[in-house]
């Protein structure tokens, strides 16, 4: 149990990083593009919001890789079982269908399950929040023009 509780923190704390990276650089560029200056500033702000939210759906995708990953150490599913799936069932708290994991490793589905929902509750702080700058930018446009 201990060494499922080392190795679920470690890949945890892998995907926080990896989270954190994607954000950083997600705020940075939404920021940028948000203050710019355009013609049709509805359909900007609707731009911005997609290419974040393709972004972050880029970034769980890859955290649940490197889950599955973890998986294929540790042996958690049966043989042959594809594990980037299991990986997005636990991640996205789906729940369990038709894998499941091996008693001894059973622990690693709701260590995943955690990190995918602090993951996917930080992707919709970010995305309301560039929402809200970018409609607070729009307005101030709007109040000047």
Same mark, same amino acid.
């Given at each position: 149990?201990?060494?499922? +509780?080392?190795?679920?923190?470690?890949?945890s704390?892998?995907?926080?990083m990896?989270h954190?990276l994607?954000?950083?650089?997600?705020i940075?560029?939404?920021?940028? #593009?948000?203050?710019?200056?355009?013609?049709?500033?509805?359909?900007?702000?609707? #731009?911005?919001?997609?290419?974040?939210a393709?972004?972050?759906?880029v970034?769980?995708t890859?955290?649940?890789?490197?889950?599955s990953a #973890?998986?294929?150490?540790a042996?958690?599913?049966?043989?042959?079982? $594809?594990?980037?799936y299991?990986a997005?069932?636990n991640y996205? *708290?789906?729940?369990?269908? $038709?894998?499941?994991?091996?008693?001894?490793?059973?622990?690693?589905?709701?260590?995943t399950?955690?990190?995918?929902?602090l993951l +996917?509750?930080?992707?919709t702080?970010?995305? +309301?929040?560039?929402l809200?700058? *970018?409609?607070?930018?729009?307005?101030?446009i709007?109040?000047?023009?």
């Amino acid at each position: 149990m201990v060494l499922q +509780f080392l190795l679920g923190t470690i890949v945890s704390l892998m995907n926080i990083m990896i989270h954190a990276l994607v954000m950083v650089g997600a705020i940075g560029i939404a920021r940028s #593009a948000g203050l710019r200056h355009t013609v049709w500033p509805r359909l900007h702000l609707m #731009a911005v919001m997609v290419a974040t939210a393709a972004v972050l759906m880029v970034a769980h995708t890859l955290e649940s890789v490197v889950w599955s990953a #973890a998986y294929l150490m540790a042996g958690v599913a049966p043989a042959g079982s $594809d594990l980037v799936y299991f990986a997005f069932v636990n991640y996205t *708290t789906l729940g369990y269908g $038709d894998i499941t994991p091996v008693e001894a490793r059973r622990l690693l589905g709701p260590m995943t399950a955690m990190n995918g929902i602090l993951l +996917f509750g930080w992707s919709t702080a970010v995305l +309301f929040e560039v929402l809200r700058k *970018t409609v607070e930018h729009l307005a101030a446009i709007e109040a000047r023009g």
